[in-house]
């Protein structure tokens, strides 16, 4: 197992910053890819970013320019950088990774930007 905690979330106004963090913990060791998903209210849940454990990130088009993900591999942490955040961001932020033995979820943390 590796369970998986996020934090950072929170409010801001359009246009601020949040930066979440995930951390991991257990069988880091079998973790290839790390990243992170997104559900707005009423909305499928949706992919953000993804790091591999080499660093090789992917982004969504609708988050690209505007968010960083990156990691750091000996505190088995990842963070997603966001900037210039807009109220179509608001949404329930879950860590995900992709280990070799399954794929795990954290609980997720609320991000709301308000106009």
């Known amino acids: 197992q590796v369970p998986l905690v996020e934090s950072g979330g929170g409010l801001v106004q359009a246009g601020g910053s949040l930066r979440l963090s995930c951390a991991a913990s257990g069988s880091t060791l079998s973790i290839n890819s790390m990243g992170w998903y997104r559900q707005a209210p009423g909305k499928q849940r949706e992919l953000v970013a993804v790091?591999?454990?080499?660093?090789?990130?992917n982004y969504a088009d609708s988050v690209k320019g505007r968010v960083t993900n990156s990691r750091d591999n000996a505190e088995n942490t990842v963070y997603l950088q966001m900037n210039s955040l807009k109220p179509q961001d608001t949404a329930v932020y879950y860590c995900h990774a992709w280990g070799i033995r399954g794929n795990y979820w954290g609980p997720g943390t609320q991000v709301t930007v308000s106009s």
């Open positions: 790091i591999t454990s080499g660093g090789t990130t």
